[in-house]
């Protein structure tokens, strides 16, 4: 008898687990591509990927110049298919992103190229793919590399059923 009350308390909080939300809000009128907030509850699984730098696009040049890796927008480019590949690789996608860092070299011979930025993020957030996450871009004065003019880290959650 003890046995039956322990296997149907076990049932019934096994069935009560909350699913799943991901809630994404949207900066009042605007079309900006990044949420306001994202709110995560219930049963969802989270991942956090380290910061990730561009991939060299010139074997040719110097490796520790922009020209070995590109213009920001290049180097925003081959970032993000860099952690798109990192999410595919745990069953994720580039929509399941819900957070993220950017971080923009900034110095006054070099301003951050904002706008590069925001050619090369638009191709993965706010077009054909609508979840757009809760995004911070802030201007460095170096990276690891002088080279890199990008590095950016995301939050990811999916539903873990």
Partial sequence: MKHAMLALAALLLGSSAVEAEIVRYPIPNSTFPIAQAVR????????????????????????????????????????????????????????????????????????????????????????AQPNLPARSVVGVAALANPGFLVEIEVVAAKDSK
């Avoid at 999410?87 to 190229?113: N, T, Y």
């Fill in 40 to 127: 995560v509850s219930g049963d969802a699984v989270t991942y956090y990927v380290s910061g990730q730098v561009p991939p060299l696009v010139n074997k040719d040049a110097d490796p520790a110049s922009p020209q070995a890796y590109g213009d920001t927008r290049t180097q925003t480019v081959g970032v993000l298919n860099k952690i798109k590949a990192i999410l595919e690789g745990q069953g994720l996608g580039i929509g399941d992103v819900v957070k993220m860092q950017v971080f923009l070299v900034h110095d006054a011979r070099a301003p951050m190229d904002f706008k590069a930025f925001m050619e090369g993020y638009t191709q993965f957030f706010g077009g």
